[in-house]
């Protein structure tokens, strides 16, 4: 698709962060209208369109996930199906209509309650910045299957967790440093490094704007049935304690926090 200088210097008002999205949002339908040149009638026209869809889009929640299912081998634990149904559990929790009784003004997209999963710590869905973010985990265990110091599993851990030095006979996994991201387990060719614990890592409480601060995570490893129980515990707080419509980490205390903690004592709290 053709972009003429003007239409390329008028799409640059759009804010980086959606700049791509609205790019390819004007060649579609400049492409389904036939068209094979972008000019700045093109840019204003999908404009229009947007802002006048862009309330009724908004749902009031956000759920997002990484490229995994589409076959990354990076993937630690599947994620695919938790998603679907956090998707469920934030829709019956009815976001926007609780959003539009505490929001002055139109809601906009930077109100919603977002929620992303990636499914291993490349965490390339940003976990660490949504209100909600949960990573993909496989954690390593050590079986009793013979080991043959072949070093695998050391060259693939970019943690420096695999320990396995001439005098062991077997590696072992320094937890206070291991991600959970199970490379090592997938390079092991004896089964001495096998899946120990598998589900999610939890953080809460990220976001961006004017005050950024990263998601704390709580500890340990959750199953799908866990992280939901959480998620909806999460939904039940924002409620409560969001009276403006602000992020979850706004609102979130350290109480909070330790009651969580404590409510969803993980498989492997550390
Ligand atoms: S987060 Fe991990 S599994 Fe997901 S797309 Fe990125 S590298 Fe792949
Ligand atoms: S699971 Fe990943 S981070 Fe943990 S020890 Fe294995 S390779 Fe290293
Ligand atoms: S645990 Fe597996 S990958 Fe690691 S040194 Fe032993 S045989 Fe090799």
Request: charged share 30%; glycine share 8%.
């Amino acid at each position: 698709m053709e972009w003429t200088p003007e239409a390329e210097a008028a799409v640059k008002n759009v804010p980086f962060f959606v700049r791509k999205k609205v790019k390819a949002a004007i060649e579609k339908e400049a492409a389904d209208a036939g068209k094979s040149r972008i000019t700045p009638a093109e840019v204003e026209a999908t404009r229009k369109r947007f802002l006048a869809g862009r309330d009724e889009e908004i749902t009031g929640f956000q759920v997002e996930i990484c490229f995994g299912p589409s076959g990354c081998l990076n993937r630690a634990h599947p994620g695919d199906r938790l998603v679907k149904a956090i998707e469920v559990l934030l829709k019956e929790a009815d976001l926007r209509a609780f959003l539009e009784s505490c929001v002055k003004g139109p809601l906009k997209y930077h109100h919603q309650f977002r929620v992303a999963l990636a499914e291993c710590p490349n965490a390339c869905s940003q976990p660490q910045i949504k209100d909600i973010g949960i990573i993909g985990a496989c954690r390593p265990q050590v079986t009793r299957e013979d080991c043959t110091l072949c070093q695998a599993c050391v060259s693939a851990c970019r943690e420096d967790a695999v320990r396995l030095d001439d005098t062991e006979e077997k590696p072992a996994i320094d937890f206070t440093r291991c991600l959970s991201c199970g490379k090592c387990i997938a390079v092991c060719p004896t089964g001495t490094l096998a899946s120990g614990e598998t589900g999610f890592r939890v953080q809460l409480g990220g976001k961006l704007g004017r005050h950024p601060h990263l998601a704390v995570e709580l500890p340990g490893i959750y199953t799908e049935a866990q992280v939901l129980r959480i998620v909806s515990d999460c939904m039940a707080l924002y409620k409560e304690k969001s009276r403006r419509g602000e992020r979850f980490g706004e609102v979130l205390s350290d109480e909070d926090l330790n009651r969580l903690v404590e409510k969803h004592a993980g498989k492997n709290n550390s």
